[in-house]
């Protein structure tokens, strides 16, 4: 039989008990330092920024009470769509192809075409252009919405 001070440390209980302390020591260890570390991460604000509203906002805040009101008439099919630049029926340049495709996207059911002669309805989306020199020959103006955004309809012959 040992004697001396090697002896006490080679009983396996108290092997166990130094481990399990360690093990006690380490988690508190780690668990103080996760607590440290999100006590120094900022919280994210709760509210969004307050800067410029992104494209498709802007467009739904531009064409809501133009939506509200093709919904009102029960206008679903396609109706026509006029920019600023005239044209063929084809989009030219970034600015008006983003518009249209973003009146498109924010006036859903409703399906806009470039081809405003074939279609008795029509939206003008104007951001620049005189509404004079914009309505189609045939149509006329049935509500101004403000900001260049104008329910058109074809006259009757």
């Known amino acids: 039989m040992e ?4 002896k006490w440390w080679r009983r396996d209980s108290v092997r166990r008990a130094c481990g399990g302390a360690g093990l006690v020591a380490l988690a508190g260890l780690s668990g103080w330092n996760v607590v440290d570390t999100v006590g120094r991460v900022p919280v ?4 969004a920024s307050v800067g410029e509203p992104d494209a498709v906002v802007a ?3 531009r064409l809501g009470r133009l939506r509200f009101t093709l919904e009102r008439r029960g206008l ?3 109706i026509g769509y006029v920019g600023d630049r005239p044209g063929t029926g084809v989009l030219d340049g970034p600015q008006t192809v ?3 495709f973003q009146a498109q996207f924010v006036l ?6 470039l081809s405003v002669e074939r279609r008795e ?5 104007l951001r620049a252009a005189s509404p004079l ?6 149509f006329a103006v049935v509500e101004d919405f403000g900001g260049g955004v104008f329910l058109l309809r074809k006259a009757a012959p």
């Not at 994210?44 to 509210?47: F, H």
């Not at 859903?108 to 075409?113: G, N």
């Open 3 to 6: 004697t001396g001070p090697a």
């Open 44 to 47: 994210p604000p709760l509210v």
């Open 59 to 61: 467009m739904e805040r």
């Open 76 to 78: 679903r099919g396609p």
């Open 98 to 100: 983003a518009d249209f």
């Open 108 to 113: 859903v059911p409703v399906v806009l075409d």
């Open 121 to 125: 309805w029509a939206v003008a989306n």
């Open 133 to 138: 020199t914009r309505v189609p020959a045939g």
